[in-house]
């Protein structure tokens, strides 16, 4: 997870719920997210991530690399909850004006995890789509609360798998 504010010192993050709706029912989690610079104005930062829902949970810690203004890879390790615990992960920020791609990838423990949500931003609007294994493909809409960072975020999106079995995820976020 990438919040795209590795620039300035200090702490940053957001606290989200995403319910995920789908024809199992729903499934609520709540995620917190981390992060900062080691020196002000540094290149190199910190990250931390967790996450929590009904019977599984994980958390993650790793280093991260502002590569350029428009590019930020992270690498982390952690643990989950599943019998084989050890879980790594590996993150990409890209983006350039009102443009942005997130690739999340995990593995270890559970299995291979992956989510791309691609945004560009209209005002206080964000339009995009969204990836995420084995849920499948589809559009991704968000508003912004306020017009800059941080603030609240309220985003939507339906994904279709490749049995055209459709899951709506619902986020609320307060980043900080």
């Not at 997870?1 to 957001?14: D, E, R």
């Amino acid at each position: 997870m990438v919040s795209q504010s590795s620039s300035a010192q200090g702490i940053t993050g957001f606290v989200e719920n995403q319910p995920q709706l789908s024809n199992d029912g729903r499934v609520g989690q709540v995620h917190l997210y981390l992060e900062g610079t080691f020196s002000d104005g540094g290149k190199l930062g910190y990250w931390t991530w967790g996450l929590v829902n009904h019977d599984w949970a994980e958390a993650l810690v790793g280093l991260g690399y502002e590569v350029a203004p428009w590019c930020i890879i992270q690498a982390g390790a952690g643990l989950e909850t599943d019998s084989r615990n050890t879980r790594w992960a590996a993150n990409l920020w890209m983006g350039h004006g009102r443009w942005s791609v997130l690739t999340m990838s995990e593995f270890g423990g559970s299995g291979h995890w992956r989510r791309i949500v691609v945004n560009a931003d209209v005002g206080r609007w964000g339009f995009g789509g969204m990836h995420q294994n084995d849920q499948g493909l589809g559009p991704r809409v968000e508003y912004r609360f306020n017009s800059g960072k941080p603030g609240a975020i309220l985003w939507a999106a339906t994904l279709v798998n490749s049995d055209s079995v459709a899951t709506v995820y619902i986020g609320t976020r307060l980043a900080f």
